[in-house]
């Protein structure tokens, strides 16, 4: 560059710079403007349901005048973004709508404002809720009456397939011929796979489709959230009943490893290319794109699913998941509503909490896309009508089964995450190995939690 | 010259042409400089010049230098001493309600006899070998073609460096539309080509494949790196070495072992050394194409470490883990600048 | 070049025309293959949802604005009834999204997202640029002792892993408060720069003849008068594009912005990844954020081309 060409340029780029940090500085200086008016932060995942809290709680602004503010973070991220500001007493949340699991840690942590009181206080009765809801979101230590957070939002892992395809004649008649019997949604998961094999390359409407869709997500829960709806039906249990914490011979016992290899055989034999680390969303794409005849996904997206232009009304049905051999479970999902111990305006959330948990309000939450865990709600007579999952979902939180809820449960889930995904994905060494290991995983974790652990 | 301070250990590939200190880089500004330059002799008064006005010459070094030292004690070196305590420590922030315990060398110990943690290094150690050696052919190689002076080819330079300026972050994710088998593009075109069937194989999902995959993306990224550094070792070869050769009659390729391959090589190896350390501390990319997975095929050390300590908050055990890979990294760092300064030398 | 060098057909030196066109055709199919996964983004920022989705993928598409409007919008979906009795929609955005059965329900969080890269990137830009200049002079021009072994370390601090990095500066700033702040970001931001900046302006600092300020010295002026005065406006050019490499660091970090922040100083490379739409990611929209998020990064590269390898090499290496 010639003389004044280089004096004009580097004018020009110091004066750039300069203005730019002034403009950075200042912005940095600038305090947001102070919140005008009564205000709570609700924290929640987003998904569907969360967009139908919104619109719930324009009632409960225009009842009592504080204004709502969201924070809803995608599912991949929410126990990380979550956790790590309950962990470093953050005062984003007043109110949190924390995953079950979490309850554990929370109550020992005291991340939670633990509500007995304001129960007894506002007549709000345990008893009125889904008692499996009770024990899963709410409870800690589990089975005693130490409450940290109100049901929220009940749901377990259930199926959804395509009823158009299944009630076309000649898909109809083919199968009868294969399998000697009608095709119908199955009821065990042998039924099940034999449907995802008759589908798994299937031409349907010009385009191949495949068998079934299971979760296989590595980075957060996918892949553990969706083996144990099948390892709970082919005998696995998390220790003794008898003694807690007694691992050896249970998560691990020769019927576990058949459900483990069972949900390898499925994933190899029956799924669509490419899902080796899918979780909620992909597998909506899926179905949704006509990838796939059966689903595995959460109930909460099932009011969205059945809205779909694609393949929602009359095309798409549920059922609810399969039994196996040893047993006829569904994983837990659903979360509680609970406020924050670090939060400034602990009298606001908890009336919140009081509004929420009235029964008027449950019943307009179940209509507008949630899932209502008060009694009154789903065991009306009208409820099994009122959409065409409620009778699946009566019968899936009849039979729900959650993962550990211990304060620990994020190392817990982590290691299970590994070692399935290492099993199931990416063909590291047999199920029985794969539970092995799990045993000693979760053996060590435990063991500094300071809990007393048998191993045999 | 004047007092020219030792030049620092890694200014390698330095080409100092007699003359290069000339008023020719140099940039003038203001008539001042110039009535300076022309009017006061250019010979060193340095004696004057160090009692001046205001503050001496030390307090102006120190005064300099300070802030700088002190923002990076505090941002690196106090944490870095806090990590080394609280890798003696049981803590767990998730919970920290449980009492604080020392437990020694327990930390330190239960990684150095993990399986797994080796699994990890040997995975990272592997990730950062190929990417670097592939970067190192492709680079070279793009160097070698376009130091052939071609029309345009500065375009097509700029062209080939885009990859370089993203976020690898972006990338990562990015990549992962690119690579499904069904909806992305990358298994069509090799489908394409080599007949195979785009949904029978997944880039980032097969066992096989995905440890080939995040290097391929890397080397995407980074190749453009060392072709920048070879390009510029390539053109401080001075042409009248060429024309002796010429002269003696040596053939092209004697020409490249005798002449062009060391000459370049302090350039590749400050390459590599680049490349291998920011490979070493790949996170944001890998994590976002492929989790670590399948399974734990392409969970590099950091992606471990991450887990460790920003989800199961095992703080203590996460600590140790951190300081094993500095100590390995600055350590592996040092060896290596050692045998690049001899090459320099020579 | 001398003539004869010129006049030979096999010189190494200057390669003949068949040669160079090779060279060239590799070159250009080695462009050509690598710029295309980038032009697929940048068109399917302009697909629409289902378009982006497709199986096969679709080369020949319709193209539409949907991507970069859900990029900076937050809909909702409604029934085809209820968006009946809104009043009729009025500007071009509203009306692609109502084709869709959604409504506009407010900003997205994109454009504050992008604030904070430009006010965090700028910020720790302009206090890396000026404590490295001013470190860079005291290096350039001083005899400091255990210079070497300084600048190593200051080398060195770069070494270890972000992610180790962050977790004692995770607790310190618990500590301090100083999670999810700007002012944090930009301090740990200038802290990683400012190494970066010390090695590059030493380099350029080094190449300005000091014979400038100690003729200034020589008249009187005082060292930071000289400094003021002689040094910095030519060192201008090496300062700017320090600042530049400076910003390119801290605009595409992740490591550190997704451990340390989640809201208020998030920036964009933990935002752009997490775009999700309906089910899944909003891949029209991801695409867009990321056309958006990298042109002022190419613009860049096109203004520092002369500067871009000494930049990339910690200043090791000038052309």
């Not at chain 1, 969303?281 to 232009?309: C, I, R, T």
């Not at chain 1, 019968?395 to 994020?410: G, L, N, Q, R, T």
């Not at chain 3, 997704?258 to 899944?280: K, N, R, Y």
Request: net charge positive; hydrophobic share 45%.
């Amino acid at each position: 560059m010639r003389k004044s060409e280089t004096g004009k340029w580097s004018k020009w780029m110091g004066g750039a710079l300069t203005l730019f940090a002034g403009v950075a500085l200042t912005a940095l200086a600038s305090q947001p403007a102070a919140a005008q008016g009564k205000q709570l932060t609700l924290c929640w995942a987003a998904w569907d349901p969360a967009n139908a809290l919104v619109e719930l709680g324009k009632d409960f602004t225009k009842e009592s005048g504080i204004e709502m503010k969201y924070e809803f973070v995608p599912w991949t991220s929410y126990a990380d973004r979550f956790l790590n500001e309950l962990n470093s007493h953050g005062k984003l949340c007043d109110l949190i709508i924390g995953d079950s699991q979490w309850i554990g840690g929370a109550a020992e942590n005291h991340w939670y404002v633990k509500l007995n009181d304001f129960f007894a206080k506002e007549h709000i009765t345990m008893a009125d809720f889904v008692p499996a809801t009770v024990l899963g979101y709410s409870e800690w230590p589990k089975n005693t009456p130490n409450y940290w957070a109100l049901p929220a939002m009940a749901d377990a892992v259930g199926w959804t397939y395509r009823k158009d395809w299944f009630s076309r004649p000649e898909i109809q008649a083919e199968f009868k011929k294969k399998y000697g019997r009608d095709l119908a949604p199955p009821k065990s998961y042998a039924e099940l796979k034999q449907i995802a094999e008759f589908f798994q390359g299937r031409e349907i409407d010009g385009k191949k489709v495949y068998g079934a869709y299971i979760f296989t997500e590595r980075g957060s829960e996918g892949i553990t959230m969706g083996v144990t709806n099948v390892l709970y039906n082919f005998g696995f249990d998390y220790d003794n009943p008898k003694k807690p914490y007694q691992m050896q011979g249970f998560v691990n016992s020769p019927d576990a490893a058949k459900g483990l290899e069972f949900y390898k055989e499925l994933y190899k034999c029956c799924t669509a290319p490419g899902m080796t680390n899918a979780y909620m969303q992909e597998g909506l794409d899926a179905f949704k794109s006509g990838q796939v005849a059966m689903q595995m996904n959460w109930f909460a997206f099932f009011p969205g699913l059945y809205k779909d232009p694609n393949v929602g009304g009359d095309k798409i049905g549920f059922f609810v998941n399969p039994a196996g051999p040893k047993g006829h479970f569904t994983q837990l999902g659903g979360q509680g509503i609970s406020v924050v111990a670090t939060s400034d305006h602990q009298e606001d959330a908890l009336r919140y909490i009081k509004w929420f948990a009235q029964p008027k309000v449950q019943q307009k939450w179940w209509e507008i896309g949630g899932y209502s865990a008060l009694k009154t709600v789903v065991d009306a007579p009208g409820f099994p009508k009122s959409a065409p999952f409620a009778p699946q979902f009566l019968e899936s939180m009849a039979i729900v089964k959650d993962f550990w809820a211990e304060p620990s449960y994020a190392q817990l889930l982590l290691d299970m995450q590994k070692r399935v995904h290492d099993y199931v994905v990416a063909d590291k060494g047999t199920a029985q190995q794969a539970l092995d290991l799990l045993v000693k995983d979760w053996t060590k974790v435990f063991k500094e939690q300071g809990k007393e652990v048998m191993v045999q | 010259m004047s007092s020219q301070e030792v030049s620092p250990t890694l200014s390698a590939g330095e080409t100092r042409q007699p003359g290069r200190m000339a008023m020719t880089a140099v940039n003038f500004t203001g008539a001042t400089i110039e009535r300076i330059a022309v009017q006061t002799p250019v010979q060193t008064r340095l004696r004057n010049a160090k009692y001046t006005r205001g503050l001496s010459d030390r307090g102006i070094a120190w005064l300099f230098i300070t802030p700088t030292i002190a923002l990076l004690l505090a941002i690196n070196i106090f944490p870095l001493i806090w990590m080394i305590r609280l890798s003696f420590t049981s803590l767990n922030l998730s919970m920290s309600y449980l009492p604080l315990r020392f437990v020694g060398l327990e930390n330190y110990s239960d990684i150095l006899t993990d399986d797994d943690v080796w699994i990890r290094l040997q995975t990272t150690a592997r990730f950062v070998i190929c990417s670097v050696a592939l970067q190192v052919v492709i680079g070279f190689g793009l160097a070698l073609l376009i130091n052939r002076q071609f029309r345009t080819h500065s375009f097509w330079t700029t062209i080939i460096l885009l990859p370089m300026m993203l976020s690898p972050a972006v990338v990562g994710n990015f990549w992962t539309l690119l690579f499904q088998p069904q909806i992305g593009p990358f298994n069509y075109v090799i489908g394409l080509f080599t007949g195979i069937p785009p949904s029978s194989f997944s880039m980032t999902g097969e066992v096989a494949l995905a440890p080939w995959t995040i290097v391929l993306v890397d080397s995407w990224m980074w190749a453009p790196y060392v072709m920048l550094i070879c390009l510029a070792g390539l053109r401080s070869i001075p042409d009248y070495i060429y024309e002796a050769a010429e002269v003696d009659r040596a053939s092209s390729w004697r020409q490249f072992w005798s002449i062009t391959l060391p000459m370049v090589m302090p350039f590749l190896m400050l390459a590599v050394l680049f490349r291998a350390i920011e490979n070493f501390k790949m996170f944001d990319m890998v994590n976002l194409l492929t989790s670590g997975g399948p399974g734990s095929t392409t969970e590099l050390v950091s992606i471990t470490l991450k887990r460790a300590a920003f989800e199961k908050w095992q703080t203590g055990y996460s600590s140790a883990l951190a300081i094993i890979l500095f100590v390995t990294v600055f350590g592996a760092a040092n060896i290596y600048v050692k045998v690049l300064n001899r090459v320099k030398q020579r | 070049m001398t003539a004869a060098a010129k006049s030979t057909a096999h010189s190494v030196v200057e390669a003949s025309p068949r040669v160079k066109g090779f060279a060239g055709a590799f070159v250009v199919l080695y462009a050509v293959v690598a710029i295309l996964p980038l032009v697929w983004i940048g068109a399917t920022a302009f697909k629409s949802q289902s378009d982006a989705i497709a199986y096969p993928p679709k080369v020949i598409f319709q193209p539409t604005l949907e991507g970069y409007v859900n990029l900076f919008t937050v809909r909702t979906r409604q029934t085809s009834d209820f968006i009946a009795s809104l009043p009729p929609a009025t500007t071009w955005y509203d009306k692609l999204v109502r084709n869709h059965d959604m409504v506009i329900a407010g900003p997205s969080k994109v454009v504050p997202r992008f604030v904070n890269s430009l006010v965090i990137g700028f910020g720790s830009t302009f206090l890396a640029v000026l404590l490295g200049t001013l470190a860079a002079y005291a290096f350039s021009r001083f005899r400091i002792p255990l210079a070497d072994d300084l600048l190593f370390f200051i080398l060195s601090t770069r070494m270890m892993p972000p992610v180790a990095v962050a977790i004692p500066i995770y607790l310190m700033y618990r500590q301090l408060n100083l999670t999810d702040t700007k002012i944090g970001m930009i301090l740990l931001y200038t802290a990683v720069n400012v190494s970066l900046a010390v090695w590059l302006l030493k380099g350029f600092i080094d190449e300005i003849p000091r014979e400038y300020e100690e003729a200034a010295l020589v008249d009187g002026y005082t060292r930071l008068q000289a400094l003021r005065k002689v040094v910095l406006p030519q060192a201008v050019t090496g300062i700017a594009a320090t600042a530049i490499f400076c910003l390119i660091f801290s605009w595409n970090e992740y490591a550190f912005a997704v451990l340390l922040t989640s809201g208020d100083a998030q920036t964009m490379p933990p935002f752009i990844p997490f775009i999700i739409g309906e089910g899944g990611q909003d891949w029209p929209a991801v695409a867009a954020a990321t056309t958006l998020f990298v042109i002022p990064i190419v613009l860049f590269t096109i203004v520092l081309r002369r500067h871009l390898l000494r930049g990339i090499t910690f200043g090791a290496v000038r052309k």
